[in-house]
Each structure stands twice: as C-alpha cells, then as structure tokens.
C-alpha cells in the first residue's frame, strides 16, 4: 500500500464508535434502538457483567425507525437495555493458503478452535457476481474422476451444475469422490444445515485424508442459528472467490442449497415478509441468483460448482429446485429407484444434461454419449413389455439392439467408490462399448 492509498484509508476512518440498545427480543429477531447503521452491517451485542461478552448480529431491516439485527449465537444473554456497538461494514473473513486442509464455521474460524495461520487476507463475505462482459466462455473440461459424469454429461472449468435428490440417495458420497477424484487445484466445501453427526462422517469417510489436505470446509450444522446456515454460504462462496481471483481453478460444492434458502425463509418471515410458495418468502428468490451467479469464470481463473438440492418426495418441480435449475449450468438427477437396485452412483443419465457438454467435447465423444442414451431409452421405454415377455425378438432391430446392449451400459454406469478413472479412460471405455458392443470394464 502506498502513501496516497494509505492517506485515503485514514481520510475514511471513523473516530467515533456509535451505539444503541436493545429494546425488544422476539423469538430470534432482536430490536434495538440505535445506532446507525446500514442493512449487512456487522454488530456486537455486549452483555454480561462488564459488558465484556460480544455476541455478533447482522443488521436485517428496520422497524419504525428502530434496527431488526439477526444474531449469529444464542440469544440467552441479552436483557432489556443491553448495549449494541456497530462495525459500519458487513462480515468480512480470512482468506489465503493457511485455510487449505482446515474445517471453518459460517466466521471463518476454525470448528477445532485452533489458530488461523498468519498472512491471510481480509474479504468480505457478500459480493457482486463478475461482470458478464468479463466472463470467459467454458471451453476446457473439468475432470471429476466419475466415469458416467465425465463420459455422458462433462463439466467444463466453471460450469455451475445442481445435483438433484432427495434424502439417502448418495449425493454425500458422489461429492465426496468428485472432491477426491477431480483435476481442480483446490476444492472448497459449504456443508449447510448437516447433522452434526455427519460434518465429521462426511469429512473422514466421504472426503478422507487424500481429500482434505486439499480443501478448505465451511460447515453450519441444523442446530445453529439461520444467519449463520446463511453465512456459512457465503463464507464458502467468499473463499472459492479468493482463490479464484489467484488464477486457480476452483471446485465449489454446497450441501445444500435448499437448507440455505430455508434458512432465509426464517429470516424474512421472522422481519414480516409475506410468505408466498410453500411458505418461500420473496428474499429466497432475491439472494438465490446473486449466490449462485458468484461462482463460474472471471478473467482470472474459473470456480467449477456443485450445488445439491433437497427434492421433497423427490418432486423436481417444488420451488427451489425449479428456481435454481432455471439459474445453474446444468443439472443431475439422482435416482431413489436406480438406489434401491444398487446402481451407485445413482444418476438418472436421461433426465440429466450438462448444458455446455457439446461445446467442450468433440464431435466423436458427442456421437458415442448421444448412441448410449438412445439404447438406454429405448429399453426403458419398452421395458415393461420385455419384463412381462409381451415382446418377441424380430419385432424391433432397435429395442433388439437395446435389449443386447443394457446390461453392459448398466455396468458401465456404475462405478465402485474407489474408483478413480481418468476422462481418458472413461471416454474410450464408451467408446469401445458403443464400438465393439463390449467393455472391459
């Protein structure tokens, strides 16, 4: 920092520290009066005996000119009259190489209350999507180490693709091999709302050693407040911003993006927001595009992004799960049916689509994807009459050849967990199964 920018800083400070006080707690939602502020902004709640307890809350709305903060902590400690300092600027949080292999909560801080190393650097945690205008197109795969991904719906470097499931399906374990398998330089991981059992599960089965000691995990478990479900979102997303802005590429994974905007349906009904579908309040279709639209490419590196969502009765159609996939890049199904027969990982390949896929491959790699998907739909569309033995072999050359080639695709489509196949390798094992009508799987 220079002179001049180091004058301009000071120019800014401000020497007065302003105040207020709470005067009405209701459920989560406190009430203070004073002192200014604007929406975002960070304050502390001083409470105990000499005031020497600091709980963090963020400024939401206002209320007859008095300010509605959202703590991020219990709110056991606060009494009538307890004193509200503000900070005058919105969360921000460290970031840099020191927070490689560390589990943080929705602060920034590490869960095992050890110490962040020295040499991060200051960010906020909320910021604009890039500019369109400074996107790179997606032209470069992005290898995840998933054969039936890499193989029938390839991801490109900052393409942004939604895994669609609902609960039990696997989706843990598939982002787990993504975060192990994939190409990226650094993977970074918002677990939003778990169980508390399963931060720790997901982190030493699903993620293991091999996957950790390259990524950095923000975790908010279902107990916490919802700023802080919230928060941990855009932690995580601030992070992959970081390390994207250094030239890297990043892989982004959220589990999930449905707990979040659960998460602001209890903020924005908590403030007097009318709820509309399903009790969604019309913030969760405000923050959902400017939360998603952060991760992609910029003109320094690019954040390839795997989004989860919660499917209620597995129902593809419920609010969030349209929202968001009218906003991502792509998205892929994972099936309960495909499940329960075993078929691990579980993904529906023919109601899945990677939207930039025909864009990153070539054109023979394109031609063998597309000739599986029509022997996968033409049995599937005919198998019912197969399985009752309603249809006779002759009557179709095409439901002939489906039949003779499903149980090698079905082999194909599964992949044990440790398994860790190149792009290369996946495409010419299609390749050869469309080729030869065999695999050496």
Do not use: W
Not at 189 to 205: K, N, P, T, W, Y
Not at 233 to 262: C, H, P, Q, W
């Amino acid at each position: 920092m220079n002179a001049s920018e180091l004058i301009h800083h000071i120019d800014r400070l401000d020497p007065y520290k302003r105040f207020g006080k709470v005067t009405k707690v209701v459920g989560l939602m406190i009430e203070s009066r004073g002192p200014e502020s604007s929406i975002g902004d960070l304050c502390y709640i001083l409470t105990g005996v000499n005031k020497q307890t600091k709980i963090p809350a963020e400024v939401v709305g206002f209320r007859d000119e008095n300010i509605l903060l959202m703590p991020f902590s219990q709110v056991s400690e606060i009494a009538p009259g307890s004193i509200v300092e503000t900070t005058a600027e919105p969360l921000r949080i460290k970031a840099g190489a020191g927070l490689i292999g560390q589990v943080l909560n929705a602060m920034g801080n590490p869960l095992d209350d050890s110490v962040l190393s020295k040499g991060l650097t200051y960010v906020p945690s909320d910021q604009s999507p890039p500019n369109p205008l400074k996107r790179p197109p997606i032209h470069e795969p992005m290898e995840t180490g998933v054969r039936v991904i890499d193989s029938l719906l390839t991801v490109g470097k900052g393409q942004r693709v939604g895994i669609f499931a609902g609960s039990g399906v696997g989706k843990s374990t598939l982002m787990g091999m993504i975060a192990r398998n994939s190409q990226a330089d650094i993977n970074v991981i918002a677990l939003v709302g778990e169980r508390g059992r399963e931060v720790r599960e997901f982190i030493e089965r699903d993620l293991g050693p091999e996957g950790l000691k390259k990524s950095v995990v923000v975790a908010a478990t279902s107990d916490q407040p919802a700023l802080m479900r919230i928060k941990s979102a855009y932690t995580a997303t601030a992070i992959a911003e970081y390390f994207r802005d250094k030239g890297l590429n990043v892989m982004f994974m959220m589990d999930s993006v449905t707990r979040v905007a659960m998460a602001q349906r209890e903020v924005g009904l908590a403030i007097g927001e009318p709820p509309t579908t399903k009790g969604y309040t019309p913030s969760v279709f405000a923050i959902l595009p400017k939360l998603l639209e952060r991760t992609g490419t910029n003109e320094h590196g690019s954040i390839t992004a795997f989004y989860t969502v919660l499917v209620d009765g597995d129902d593809m159609n419920e609010p969030i799960a349209d929202t968001v996939r009218g906003i991502l890049d792509g998205h892929i199904v994972l099936d309960r049916q495909l499940a329960n027969k075993g078929q691990f990982p579980a993904i529906n390949v023919l109601k899945s689509i990677s939207r930039v896929m025909n864009q990153i491959v070539h054109s023979g790699h394109k031609e063998y994807a597309e000739t599986l998907r029509n022997y996968l739909s033409v049995y599937l569309n005919s198998e019912d009459l197969i399985n009752i033995g309603a249809y006779k072999r002759g009557a179709s050359r095409e439901i002939d050849e489906a039949i003779d080639y499903y149980p090698k695709i079905i082999s194909f489509l599964k992949q044990q967990v440790t398994e860790k196949p190149s792009m290369e390798h996946s495409f010419h094992q299609l390749k050869d199964l469309i080729e030869k009508g065999e695999s050496d799987i």
